[in-house]
T-cell receptor, first 112, second 111 residues
Framework: GEDVEQSLFLSVREGDSSVINCTYT??????LYWYKQEPGAGLQLLTY?????DMKQDQRLTVLLNKKDKHLSLRIADTQTGDSAIYFC????????????FGTGTLLAVQP | KAGVTQTPRYLIKTRGQQVTLSCSPI?????VSWYQQTPGQGLQFLFE???????NKGNFPGRFSGRQFSNSRSEMNVSTLELGDSALYLC??????????FGQGTRLTVV
């Protein structure tokens, strides 16, 4: 079955790097996404990676994908207080499934 | 390019009532998916529509239904509301097999 897991909470100091981890069970995914949700808001797409890639960098964001271990991570460089939010990883299964499965979300708290 | 629009943003209903939520996808996107977000269960997939057809359905009771119109706008309906249906309902639109863009959600409170 499709299952996506994340740690619940991460606390960092402003200026440090944050690394949010995600593991998934079904390796037939095509795309893997990171979304950010601020209080009372919907989900904002931050970045995504194709399943045939190992790494993607987008300004302060670096996504690493280890397909063998079914492990996805999001690194935020120079974390700011405005980065405080819940971060969701999501795994997309195409074809007949055509479903986006979300992780449990990681609350990132940035201390000034 | 306008984003995904969900209406209304907030709703308060009483138990036993029914409710209809609306989602207008990004222009050109034909796939619309609905998700329920609660503190206890997280983000759960409800269903997905493509070209007016339901392609996929999550594990929700039959009280949850939806439809999609020819202009790709979608509605979801919940009948006989229960307290546990209180949640943030999110709609996402996507082109074929690409990233999903979410609306701001409809916050439903059942009292």
């Amino acid at each position: 079955g499709e299952d996506v897991e994340q740690s619940l909470f991460l606390s960092v100091r402003e200026g440090d790097s944050s690394v949010i981890n995600c593991t998934y069970t079904d390796s037939s995914s095509t795309y893997l996404y990171w979304y950010k949700q601020e209080p009372g808001a919907g989900l904002q797409l931050l970045t995504y990676i194709f399943s045939n890639m190992d790494m993607k960098q987008d300004q302060r964001l670096t996504v690493l994908l280890n397909k063998k271990d079914k492990h996805l991570s999001l690194r935020i460089a120079d974390t700011q207080t405005g980065d405080s939010a819940i971060y969701f990883c999501a795994v997309f299964y195409g074809g007949a499934t055509n479903k986006l499965i979300f992780g449990t979300g990681t609350l990132l708290a940035v201390q000034p | 390019k306008a984003g995904v629009t969900q209406t209304p943003r907030y709703l308060i209903k009483t138990r036993g009532q029914q409710v209809t939520l609306s989602c207008s996808p990004i222009s050109g996107h034909r796939s619309v998916s609905w998700y329920q977000q609660t503190p206890g269960q997280g983000l759960q997939f409800l269903f997905e529509y493509f070209s007016e057809t339901q392609r996929n359905k999550g594990n929700f009771p039959g009280r949850f239904s939806g439809r999609q119109f020819s202009n790709s706008r979608s509605e979801m309906n919940v009948s006989t509301l229960e307290l546990g249906d209180s949640a943030l309902y999110l709609c996402a639109s996507s082109a074929v097999n690409t990233e999903a863009f979410f609306g701001q959600g409809t916050r439903l409170t059942v009292v």
